[in-house]
Structures are given as structure tokens and as C-alpha cells.
């Protein structure tokens, strides 16, 4: 519901002060703990508390097009409300349905610019609009971020703006976070500790947002400028060699991205908060076509299946034993990834592949086809390979190495999304920004890359279990992520090494299981050998049951970049349960309170008494629980443990 007009108590005030009038409006979250204050003169500047606590001090925010009628800020109307809806998603991610509870703030300028704020109780955000019927040019956009110094930061440092967003999170002081350092997002910050974290949603026909240090804890937004010349450097790459002197291009009346600001008293708080699907457009359209599931990849291990008769590799009969190991387990999807098809013209397929072949193979096993390309060849060709695509019968498209985020990249975004939609295709983005809000605006956009992932397990020592407690905290804020979990060959710290042919993963087994409960990705890889799974019952008892889609969500006991423990409600009612730890062993014990009414039986797998040592070491148990029993987890360094609790 909406409630027009100045009678909500506390939403709004005004104050006249100094030589040059002010304007001040106060909105306050639903329940009262959330202060956003906007200050309105020569400038328009913000701050944000809670519990009457500062945690960003006044903040420049501004817009600019060469539109404008003037250089000043005079509000011209002012009007707040409050809303208290609930969303029901067409793909579940976190949840089944979503409160939806904010107060709002719409302030019109004699401009023609105008500038929305909400608050809500576990964060805020803001964007600009505009009323334009012509063409015009945003010329620059200020947002910034004015902290406490002494504060931390969990931040993804990049060289520039031509980039996968695949970074480690570096953890800073604020005050040492200066210009040389910029980021993408999100990012995370702690201030007189509480946690907050930074993104954007609804990013449309416009730039994304990016992040450059100031200096004494201040941070402000940064934006890749319209690309004037671009040069192809590869089969794959696109290099922008100069810029205009704007940010977007547009031609009429546009909702600009909404700039958002999560607030967590704990670190679990970040796990569950939905704000980026909250403030994305809804979707129009029929998508009941939709279906998430799990997928088994093979690009990670270089199809270097063994114990066959057939020579492995780009082939059909290589993918002919995928489509029977997913038939076998429950797998909805199998991805062909590069090599499939020339990577200059998605028609002239590889000597051994016959994709309407495996399609129809496929489809009598109950399994479905996902196809992978650069985004430089779709670009190219894309109504005639989707039409095609969908002639054979292939269910989805994994787009890869966009590697940008200007107005012009995040419009080829879009334009993927719509075209895909239109023949009933899902899609996955890799080499990709962060998700703003895709899986409400374009479900069938499933999940996205632009996370430092399992891939990298092939080539570098990055991927650790104190990174892999980082990012759900981070990454998986902003939307699903596409880490492709499932490694089989797991080792401790030391016995890691690169093997690109048949990956190491570090941390133990469990940690890999646990992660298909912990990470959100609606279209979720197997990223290992199916011959690996083969010879692991065990794993795979688990692995052919979990879901990808969850009813509820709850998180249990974390803390960034050391512990990670959640309670999942799948479709169909069971209860799961994943933890992780990072280097350190530990023992948690979790409350099972969320069970509700009733017996229910609980198997869970765990890692092995020599799971320390040998970290591929997993034990799988059975018992029995109710609402009233309580879970007792023991996980070794770099380990984890999953359940899954059915009622009896």
C-alpha cells in the first residue's frame, strides 16, 4: 500500500538555516531504525545512521545532463509515502516470497531532474530520474561516501575498468583506501561496527557504478565514460581506445540505477538481504518456461574423462556419457562450453559434434542443453544462432568475456536478455559485471559470473576457504553467482598445486558440498569429471538431491572470511544445512528450532576424522531430529559439513 502526502509521522521535516536556504528531509525505515537525512541548498548532500549511531557522515550527491534548465537545486515538489507490499519472485532465490516494507522520499527540482530515496529497516537507496521528451546527455553523476577512517574494508581492488570483476577482497583500513585505489562492486565496509555494504540495482541503459578511493575514509562514484573508438583485439575482445566526454546517451524520460546501501548489525544479516531484487524493475512477460537446475560443466577438468571406450574430447560421445551421468543423478543440464563451434562463427561446428543430435539424445534421457559463446560472435550473429539454437531444441546460453560495464556494454546486456527471453532461452553471464537485479527484471537471466571462482583452482592458489567465506558475504549479495562448486580432488594447504587437467580444490570435501546450500546460483554447476562423481556415492547422495532454489532462507552463525553456516528450505519442504570455515577448525552448535512440528530424519555428511590430513576424507551419517534437538558441527581446517532433514 502507498500513502500519499505529508502525514506520516517523523517521515518528513523542513529547516530553514544560513544565508543560503536549506531544505532538510529525514526518512526514517519502518522501524525507526534507520535515519537517512537529505539535505537540500547549493548541494545535495546525505547521511545515514542507526541507533542514532553516524555511519556516513554528509555526502555529496548529484546529476548532471546537458538538459538541465539550471545549475541550482530548488525543490519544486516534495512528496513521501510508505509502502508495505510483499514480492512474490518468478524464480525463487533466497526465498518464496520477500517483504517489501520502505519509506519513501520523491523530491522534483526546477530542473527537470528528480531524486527518489527509501529507507528500509536493513538498508537504504537512492537514484535520480529524469522528465526529459528529448534526447539528452549525463554529463556526470556524484555519489559519495563519507566515513569513519578508522573503519575497515573488504575491497575489490581493480587495475581498470576493462576487467571479468574476478578480484580478491582486500582488506583495508578506510583511511588507507586513497585515489589510486579503485574498485568494482560490491563492496563492503565496517563503520563503529556495523557492516555496509555497497552495489547497485536496476542498472539499465546506463553505466555502472564503480568506486575510487579519497582518502580519510571517503569514497565516491566513479563511471566508465561512452566508448568513441573501439578496437577488436581477438576472437573475443573488444578494447574501448577512447571515450566521450559523457556517461549515457538517452533519449527520453529514464529511472537511473539505484545506488544501495545494505546495513547488517551481524554478518549474517548480508547473507539474506534481498534489497537488489527489491528495487529492480518486475518483469513483464511470461517466463513460467523458466527452470532452474543443476548443471554438469566441462571446460574445468578439459573433458578428461577416463575409464571409457571412446577417445575424450570435443565430441559427441563424450557428451553423450555427460548426458548419461546427469541422466543417471537427477541433472537437469549439460553445458558444451568453448570448443563446441568455432569461436568466429557459431554455425561452423567442431569435427565430432553434432549438436541437434545430442540434443535429441538428451531429451530421451530427460536432460536438457546449455550452449556457451563469446559475446563478440553473438553480437555478430545473434537472431540467426538463437533462432537456430532454439531450432535444435537448446534450452540456454552461457554468454562469456564482455569484460565492461559502459552504457553501451550494459545495453548488450539487456539486449541478450530480451532477445534470449523471446525464443525461450535462459541465460548465464560469464566475463560479466555483477547482477543488478536480473533475475527479477529478465528471469531467465539464471545466474552470472563476475566472482573470483573454482575455475581458478585450475591455475592459482587463490581460491582458499578464507576467500571462500568472503564472498557470499559480498558477491552473493548483489545476486547469484556462478562460482561452479563441486570439486572431487580436495587437499589440504599444502598438497595443492596447479593441475589444469584435473583441478585440486582447497579445503576438505564437505567445504565443496557445502557450498550447493551457501551459494546461490539457480543454474548451479558440477564442475568436476563425471568420472570423479562416478567413483563418489557418497558425494554424489548428496549432490543429486540438492536443490538450486530455495523457499526460505535462514542465516544461522557467520563471520566474514572465517565461518559460514545456513538453513535452507528446498521446493519440495526438506531442510538443508551448509557450513564452511576458513583455515581454522572449529565446532559450532546450531539451534534446529526452524524445524517446526514433527520427526524428521537427518542425514548428514561431514568431514572425516582424517579429513585434516586428506582432505577428501567425508563420512556420511543418519539420525533423527525435531524442532527441539539440537546439531553439533565439527569441521577441520579449510572444512565444512551439509545436511539434509526430512520429515518422517
Known amino acids: 500500500m502507498k500513502y500519499k502526502g505529508l502525514s506520516i509521522t517523523g517521515l518528513l521535516f523542513f529547516c530553514l538555516s544560513g544565508i543560503h536556504a536549506q531544505q532538510r528531509y529525514t526518512v526514517v525505515s519502518p522501524d525507526k531504525t534507520v535515519t537517512l537525512t537529505v539535505t537540500v541548498g547549493t548541494a545535495i548532500t546525505y547521511s545515514l545512521s542507526q541507533d542514532n549511531k553516524e555511519l556516513i557522515a554528509p555526502s555529496v550527491v548529484s546529476f548532471k545532463t546537458d538538459a538541465d534548465k539550471a545549475a541550482t537545486w530548488k525543490v519544486s515538489k516534495s512528496t513521501s509515502s510508505a509502502h508495505d507490499g510483499m514480492l512474490t519472485p518468478v524464480i525463487m ?17 526546477s530542473n527537470g531532474l528528480a531524486l527518489e530515496w527509501r529507507a528500509y529497516d536493513n538498508g537504504i537507496a537512492w537514484h535520480w530520474l529524469t522528465s526529459s521528451k528529448k534526447p539528452y546527455k549525463v554529463l556526470d553523476e556524484q555519489a559519495g561516501f563519507n566515513m569513519d577512517k578508522d573503519g575497515r574494508a573488504w575491497y575489490p581492488q581493480e587495475d581498470g575498468m576493462f576487467s571479468h570483476n574476478e578480484r580478491k577482497y582486500i582488506q583495508y583500513r578506510l583511511d588507507s583506501i586513497d585515489e589510486q585505489k579503485l574498485a568494482s562492486l560490491p563492496a563492503l565496509f565496517e563503520v563503529k561496527g556495523t557492516k555496509l555494504l555497497f552495489t547497485e540495482s536496476g542498472l539499465f541503459n546506463y553505466a555502472g557504478m564503480w568506486l575510487r578511493g579519497q582518502g580519510g575514509g571517503q569514497l565516491k562514484a566513479v563511471f566508465p565514460y561512452y566508448p568513441k573508438e573501439k578496437k577488436v583485439t581477438s576472437d573475443r575482445d573488444e578494447q574501448v581506445t577512447s571515450r566521450e566526454n559523457y556517461i549515457a546517451a538517452v533519449q527520453g524520460p529514464q529511472s537511473f540505477p539505484w545506488r544501495v546501501v545494505m546495513i547488517a548489525r551481524q554478518d549474517g544479516d548480508l547473507l539474506v538481504n534481498q534489497l537488489v531484487y527489491q528495487l529492480a524493475p518486475p518483469a513483464t512477460g511470461d517466463y513460467s518456461w523458466v527452470k532452474p537446475g543443476k548443471v554438469q560443466w566441462d571446460w574445468w577438468h578439459y573433458n578428461n574423462i577416463y575409464d571409457v571406450d571412446f577417445r575424450a574430447g570435443i565430441n559427441n560421445e563424450t557428451y553423450k556419457y555427460y ?61 540467426m544462432a538463437l533462432d537456430k539454437f532454439r531450432e535444435w531444441g537448446v534450452k540456454g546460453i552461457k554468454v562469456d568475456f564482455m569484460q565492461r560495464d559502459d552504457q553501451d556494454m550494459v545495453n ?14 535462459m541465460v548465464d553471464f560469464h566475463g560479466a559485471y555483477k547482477p543488478t537485479g536480473w533475475l527479477r527484471t529478465y528471469p531467465n537471466v539464471l545466474t552470472s559470473e563476475g566472482v573470483l571462482g573454482n575455475e581458478i583452482s585450475k591455475f592459482a592458489d587463490w581460491i582458499t576457504p578464507s576467500h571462500t567465506t568472503t564472498i557470499p558475504f559480498i558477491r552473493m549479495a548483489a545476486g547469484p553467482m556462478d562460482f561452479t562448486p563441486g570439486g572431487m580432488l580436495n587437499v589440504q594447504k599444502d598438497s595443492w598445486s596447479a593441475i589444469p587437467a584435473e583441478p585440486l580444490t582447497m579445503g576438505t570435501r564437505c567445504n565443496q558440498l557445502a557450498m550447493y546450500v551457501i551459494y546461490e546460483s539457480p543454474l548451479q554447476m558440477l564442475c568436476d569429471l563425471p568420472t570423479h562423481y562416478y567413483h563418489e556415492p557418497v558425494a554424489m547422495n548428496f549432490l543429486q538431491t540438492v536443490p538450486t532454489v530455495w523457499q526460505q532462507s535462514i542465516a544461522l552463525q557467520s563471520k566474514v572470511g572465517e565461518y559460514v553456516a545456513m538453513a535452507r528450505q528446498a521446493p519440495n519442504g526438506d531442510w538443508y544445512i551448509g557450513a564452511m570455515t576458513n583455515w581454522t577448525a572449529r565446532e559450532m552448535k546450531i539451534d534446529l528450532s526452524f524445524l517446526g512440528e514433527g ?10 576424522i582424517n579429513a585434516d590430513r586428506n582432505a577428501k576424507d567425508c563420512k556420511m551419517e543418519s539420525g533423527t531430529a525435531d524442532s527441539k534437538s539440537s546439531l553439533t558441527i565439527k569441521m577441520v581446517q579449510g572444512g565444512g559439513f551439509v545436511a539434509r532433514i526430512r520429515k518422517k
Not at 532465490?93 to 519509506?103: E, H, L, W
Not at 520427526?599 to 572425516?608: A, C, E, L, P, Y
Request: aromatic share 12%.
Open 93 to 109: 532465490q533466497k526465498s518464496k516470497t520477500i517483504i517489501d516494507r520502505y519509506n519513501e522520499l520523491h523530491l522534483d527540482f
Open 599 to 608: 520427526q524428521f530424519t537427518i542425514d548428514s555428511w561431514k568431514d572425516g
Open 323 to 383: 548426458i548419461d551421468f546427469a541422466a543417471k543423478y537427477g541433472i537437469e543440464y549439460v553445458l558444451l562450453d568453448e570448443g563446441w563451434c568455432d569461436t568466429r562463427d557459431l554455425m561452423k561446428l567442431s569435427p565430432g559434434i553434432d549438436v541437434k543430435a545430442l540434443v535429441d539424445y538428451a531429451k530421451t534421457k530427460n536432460v536438457n542443453i546449455l550452449l556457451w559463446t563469446s559475446w563478440l560472435v553473438l553480437d555478430k550473429q545473434l537472431d
Open 412 to 425: 548488450y546486456y539487456e539486449k541478450v536478455s530480451r532477445a534470449a527471453a523471446a525464443r525461450q532461452l
